[in-house]
């Protein structure tokens, strides 16, 4: 099993672009190793996951979905994931489960 480099350079170009664009207060209760993501459809719902999740696959198709529906410049200004918070924790917590 191996990981996708486009997806994890894609990732890390949100997660820069979030982290430039957010206060400093916003980041501050996310751990080393660690990012913030948002969930949801009408209610946005933060996330803090590990960054290992970043090697998974239906992780990086979610990215890929992420990217296509909202591209880098996202008015939130942060990593915003496209599915419901239900199905996003529901996937993480396979992740956890694998590992």
């Known amino acids: 099993m191996g990981f996708r480099?486009?997806?994890i350079k894609s990732a890390k170009q949100k997660l820069q672009r979030s982290l430039s664009k957010g206060?400093?207060?916003a980041t501050a209760d996310v751990p080393k190793g660690y990012l913030a993501v948002y969930v949801g459809e009408s209610e946005m719902k933060r996330?803090?996951?590990p960054i290992s999740y970043l090697n998974?696959?239906?992780f990086q198709n979610l990215l890929s979905q992420s990217e296509e529906q909202f591209g880098?410049?996202?008015p939130m200004g942060c990593l915003t994931i496209p599915c419901t918070a239900e199905v996003f924790v529901?996937?993480?917590s396979r992740f956890s489960g694998s590992s």
């Open 90 to 92: 529901d996937m993480i």
């Open 72 to 74: 880098f410049d996202h």
């Open 5 to 7: 480099l486009p997806a």
């Open 23 to 25: 206060s400093s207060t």
């Open 56 to 58: 998974h696959s239906e």
């Open 47 to 49: 996330v803090v996951i």
